[in-house]
DNA sequence: TCACATTTGTCCGTATGTATC
DNA sequence: AGATACATACGGACAAATGTG
């Protein structure tokens, strides 16, 4: 018979020092006693606080930075900042796990218009004014770009990305996110491709109208067509 | 007038050492010139070859081991080992940002019905006959440890993972992964729930038998089923 | 059982680069 | 331009863990 306190109480020291400096800055974030925006103390004055080497103090920041937790700045005025979003770490470990498996954009693009056709069935129920704001600024911007003849690359993912926040659903932004940071990555390599960003612009455009008027299977058809037009270009 | 140039050549050298470090390693892991299962030289070794200080190469190592691809060990015969696999770090950050941004379990069950019954759709269609051998193994553990008073926690979880394993899709493994690190996390106040393992693994059971069928709106039902199942648990 | 070698973990002192005032 | 505060980086040292003879 296993004695059942073995599983109640964890092991209260980590096997290593700098897991803990970590976990302990993790803890007062989760708990909002630092929120976005604070600023840790420097590397010497953890070090005092936590009566461990500096050294250690930096391998514990390493981690959080990595998680996305903060951002480290040099100078005078730097240190560590307390950062609000997460989501571009998993997007870089997301972009990892894809080029160590060798993803092709056959696949990625089955995924993408699977996964966008149902975030936008929730979009278009849950949609708001704002949202709608949104996106006709971001379409305005791309359109202003390509008249200028200047690719307009980011604009085009973050319309994917307002998209999926407009669906209400964290879970979904978490996973759009991710999934555009890689193809960003497929992208990366086409950026001049004037004509190619105008298109998109356009059935973005379209699919903000389609949604406006309601018609939920037009808004589908243009969003996978946008999604089959990227899969040419590669 | 913007100077394109400006948008096409990026830094070469990055800021800091210690992502050098990471990144070279990590080069060599993406190229397949490190595989899984080899041994990093030691991290005095790695500080004479790089010709950087050895702490530099502690703070590049923690970069790789926190992204998946190196465990580190301690002892004579210890070291930095490449892994297989970054699926667990990424379910981590998941786990992170789901943490951070106070998640509902009403907003995880509706993303991961809509996520897991397009997954479905495809694993209907491409499922080959070790992946039912795999999937039948599965619930055949999960009855046995019910039957001897144990929860199945872990095989109903890892069920899962196998349905979008055998959609032959690997964004679909990757997301599916990310979001039952979740759904574990949601778990562990449960974790002796035996007779909730049971209607679990019956309802896998019934799900499988839908999929052999070829009963694909069966299947579907069956699985939305077992994720309500879940919701109210919690 | 007992040394011994190897490797990671940790600390300290020092020096340099960088951003801000 | 100079002073200041901070991260970055190096080298040396010892402790702790782990396997071997």
Avoid at 2 to 8: K, R
């Amino acid at each position: 018979m296993i004695d059942q306190t073995e599983l109640i109480f964890n092991p209260i020291k980590s096997r290593r020092t700098f897991e803990e400096v970590s976990n302990e800055i993790k803890r007062l974030i989760f708990q909002g006693i630092l929120k976005p925006g604070d600023r840790l103390p420097s590397e010497s004055e953890l070090a005092r606080r936590f009566s461990v080497g500096r050294q250690t103090i930096r391998e514990g920041l390493r981690l959080l930075e990595l998680s996305g937790f903060i951002t480290v700045q040099k100078g005078s005025t730097g240190g560590s900042l307390i950062r609000d979003t997460i989501l571009n770490r998993i997007s870089g470990l997301f972009l990892d796990a894809i080029q160590m498996k060798n993803i092709s954009v056959d696949e990625l693009t089955l995924a993408r218009v699977e996964i966008e056709r149902v975030v936008l069935n929730h979009t278009i129920k849950n949609i708001e004014d704002l949202d709608l704001k949104n996106l006709q600024e971001n379409i305005l911007q791309a359109k202003k770009m390509v008249e200028n003849h200047i690719p307009a690359f980011d604009q085009n993912i973050q319309f994917h990305k307002l998209l999926a926040k407009a669906s209400k659903n964290p879970v979904f932004v978490i996973v759009v996110e991710a999934i555009m940071a890689v193809v960003a990555h497929f992208l990366s390599g086409y950026e001049k491709d004037v004509e190619g960003s105008r298109k998109v612009a356009l059935l973005h455009q379209d699919i903000v109208n389609a949604i406006i008027e309601g018609n939920r299977d037009e808004a589908i058809r243009l969003l996978e067509e946008d999604l089959q037009q990227l899969k040419r270009v590669l």
